[in-house]
């Protein structure tokens, strides 16, 4: 066999896409059954991906989609109607498909899973649709063949037909009770019909007209030039017929007068049908495939750590170039500067990916659970666009995952519950997405019943975590930071109390390895919001650094507001907290030094050096020493021995070889 | 595998005038004291991190690690880095200059008397000639 290894990365990368496409696409024919185009682009994808499979080989896989793809077929051609039974089994069939691809992806090969059942289901879906078809009694009046419906598929053949001037005819066959080789006189009925006209619909489908899978009368629709009457008599004249209705089929088009010269294109209507689609697919393809390369990641982390070095470098060459005289060397450094800075830039946005592809995957997942739980559930997703480091893409995923089950399982009440409080029925789970200075911060909140202090107060009593006074001393605020405690819950026990908490601790630690922070808010009944905060960039950042006492730090300038200065007598305390005055409103006072707990800085002149932080809408000023610049810096992580300590995000290596650390103004507004 | 069952080769460094052993095979390099940056909120005995050849290195002063007085860097202060579980870390010693093997039967377990604190972190006392090397558990000594 041929070394199929080198495509197994890309089969398995763009069968995902096409699962996801798959996913989306259903979704979006769920909410909107007679949305042809969405239709076609299911149609389209499962189709691909048989291809793929049988390509590689991946026979269940290719068996499965092909099934897939004549229930689909079935619905396009108006044999099947969507509905919620379809849907499910096709959903199934996704998950199904999902996990033969994960499997590939670990093992190389495809898993023996039996493909069966789900096989079974399909072919029961198409079946079951021609078995109640044969049980409903079939009406004789004209009335009939309304129900004989085209679907917009056959509309825009029957337009066509038209505008070149053909007659569209829908026509009901009723046999004579007595019949008994009804498919011969049906056969013959297609021969009568076919020397002068084109056939292109038929109910039931013309095989299963041919196996007698239907009762006394079929339909069929045609395209013709001959009229009304000709058809009519025609068909009659064929022994053990009973009766014939022939409707023409109308609509605005067929008002227009059109020249007859187009004819011809008619002849073969089926070809036309195909051309068309074929058309559509090049069009849709043609918007897809923008030029593109799959690049392993790891070769982007190279790449990046390479960025890093030269902007270190780069750093040092302009620190000797502010020592020497060289005018040339100057320009050069200016322009190793532009070209470094534009090249991070490029790197960056290369590793840049829309969180979309994070976001994808929850329509279905509220929808299961949804169906699951009995609680109609609305998601609400915004800012998929936004943008963020493709190894925390990779990442993000399970904690929302959880995060997005808790609200809907804990924080949306059932329905009973939200009639008795005036809420309306249908929940809503809102999940967005925004830039806010270098950090990005996804939103998961529900309108649900919101956080119970309380009981998060009993379960942590009885789990030891802390005891009866402490619990009478906690603000809501910390009572809620107890939900991340690895202690508070490991069992569902939790879920039919107050709900939060499980495992919610995974949800954090997972985050601050991505340098993130989580926070909630709840409003009881309102409902509870969870707030991610994730770093927007991993690597390198614009800083301002400055010093204390002896030491350098570097303060991320995106998160800076404005940098000012104060009087030391200007500064109130409330509370035990430090204030100032400032534009007419209070500020916050946080002194570096004390928090970094500096030991040879000495606060001697009355005026004090103090810069402006912003963290979403709250913000606080940082007193320091003396103000250096602003810098570039690579932002190097502590390392594994060191980390997780608080107020510092990290450390960057300075022009000079020294290290200075990142102070972590987040964690400390 | 003779050799290596026989044999075991130690840096040993000096601390407060005893001599320390580590397995060398968890020794990356030896360095002379440069720029080491403090940390905040850290243990009293991370001394803070340096900056070696473009990585963030953690250092480590074993002295206070070890309730020893602290002593004034001077010329033949070192710092040994060390690789243990997948990171880098700095232990600064007095001063490291040699290499010894040290042959296995000369190496013996910790005397039970020698108190659990540092017990932990001792893998073996090790016998050479007339002199007596406490041999060193790094990967003990960094996560306790």
Request: charged share 30%; with cysteine.
């Amino acid at each position: 066999m041929m070394d199929i290894n080198q495509y197994l990365e890309i089969f398995i990368e763009e069968a995902q896409e096409h699962l996801q496409n798959l996913n989306q696409n259903l979704l979006g024919l769920e909410s909107n059954p007679n949305d042809i185009d969405t239709l076609n682009e299911i149609f389209r994808s499962a189709h691909t991906l048989k291809g793929m499979a049988g390509t590689m080989g991946y026979d269940s896989i290719m068996n499965l989609t092909h099934d897939m793809e004549n229930i689909l077929d079935a619905v396009r051609n108006g044999l099947l109607t969507i509905n919620s039974g379809i849907l499910d089994v096709l959903f199934e069939c996704l998950d199904f498909l999902e996990e033969s691809i994960n499997y590939i992806s670990e093992n190389g090969k495809e898993d023996e899973k039996n493909i069966e059942p789900l096989k079974k289901k399909l072919l029961n879906l198409l079946n079951s649709n021609s078995a109640s078809n044969d049980l409903e009694p079939v009406k004789n009046n004209e009335k009939g063949i309304d129900d004989f419906k085209f679907n917009q598929y056959d509309e825009n053949v029957a337009e066509q037909a038209i505008a070149t001037g053909m007659k569209v005819f829908r026509i009901e066959v009723v046999l004579a009770k007595d019949c008994m080789l009804k498919s011969a006189r049906a056969f013959v009925v297609f021969k009568t019909l076919e020397k002068y006209a084109e056939i292109f619909k038929s109910y039931p489908r013309v095989e299963d007209i041919e196996d007698e899978k239907f009762d006394n009368s079929f339909k069929i629709a045609i395209i013709t030039s001959e009229n009304k009457d000709k058809i009519k008599k025609d068909l009659e004249s064929i022994s053990e017929i009973e009766e014939v209705i022939v409707e023409e089929y109308s609509n605005l088009v067929s008002n227009e007068v059109h020249t007859l010269n187009e004819i011809a294109a008619t002849q073969e209507t089926i070809t036309v049908k195909e051309e068309q689609e074929e058309q559509e697919e090049h069009h849709i393809k043609k918007n897809k495939v923008g030029k593109t390369v799959r690049v392993d990641i790891n070769r982007l982390d190279n790449l990046m750590n390479l960025v890093s070095e030269l902007i270190i470098i780069k750093t040092r060459l302009e620190g000797i170039d502010s020592d020497s005289q060289n005018k040339n060397m100057s320009e050069a450094v200016e322009y190793l500067e532009r070209i470094t800075t534009n090249l991070h830039d490029a790197v960056m946005k290369v590793r840049m990916v829309p969180i979309e592809r994070v976001f994808n995957r929850f329509p279905r997942m509220v929808r299961d659970l949804s169906r699951e739980l009995d609680k109609e559930i609305n998601l609400n997703i915004s800012g998929e666009e936004t943008e963020l480091d493709r190894t925390v893409i990779d990442e993000i995923g399970d904690p929302l995952i959880h995060l997005i089950r808790n609200a809907i399982d804990h924080g949306i009440e059932n329905k009973n519950e939200r009639a008795r409080n005036n809420k309306n029925a249908v929940g809503n789970v809102y999940l967005r997405a925004y830039q806010d200075g270098n950090s990005v911060v996804i939103e998961v909140e529900d309108d649900g019943k919101g956080i119970d202090i309380a009981k998060v107060k009993k379960k942590a009593i009885e789990n030891r975590l802390i005891d009866k006074s402490e619990a009478e001393g906690m603000s809501d605020k910390e009572a809620i930071e107890l939900l991340f405690h690895p202690g508070f819950s490991t069992a569902d026990e939790i879920s039919d109390i107050s709900g939060r908490g499980v495992g919610l601790d995974v949800v954090k630690t997972k985050i601050e390895s991505l340098g993130g922070t989580v926070e909630v808010e709840s409003i009881s009944n309102k409902g509870s919001k969870f707030l991610i905060r994730l770093p927007l960039t991993l690597a390198i950042i614009q800083a301002l650094l400055v010093t204390i006492g002896s030491e350098k730090y570097a303060i991320p300038l995106n998160s800076i507001k404005e940098i000012t200065s104060i009087e030391k007598d200007k500064i109130r305390n409330i509370q035990g907290q430090e204030v100032v005055l400032y534009r007419d409103s209070v500020l916050p006072i946080i002194r570096l030094a004390d928090v970094l707990d500096v030991k040879d800085y000495a606060e001697e002149e009355n005026e004090l050096t103090v810069v402006i932080v912003k963290k979403g809408d709250k913000s606080s000023g940082f007193i320091v020493e003396s103000l250096i610049g602003q810098q570039e810096i690579v932002i190097k992580s502590l390392g594994k021995y060191l980390a997780g300590i608080r107020n510092i995000a990290g450390a960057t290596i300075l022009g000079d070889g020294q290290v200075a650390l990142i102070v972590d103004t987040n964690s400390m507004i | 595998m003779n050799y290596a069952d026989q044999n075991k080769q130690f840096v040993v460094f000096e601390l407060e005038n005893e001599e320390y052993g580590i397995d060398i095979l968890r020794v990356k390099t030896i360095e002379k004291m440069s720029n080491i940056t403090r940390v905040p909120n850290t243990p009293s005995y991370v001394k803070g991190v340096m900056n070696l050849r473009g990585e963030i290195v953690p250092i480590i002063d074993l002295r206070k690690k070890f309730d020893l007085q602290e002593k004034e860097e001077c010329e033949n202060t070192r710092i040994i880095i060390v690789y243990v579980d997948d990171m880098d870390v700095g232990l600064i010693v007095d001063s490291a200059s040699k290499v010894i093997d040290i042959s296995c039967d000369m190496i013996e377990a910790p005397p039970e008397s020698l108190g659990n604190k540092e017990n932990s972190s001792i893998y073996g006392i090790g016998k050479l000639d007339d002199k007596v090397i406490t041999l060193l558990d790094v990967e003990k000594l960094l996560s306790a």
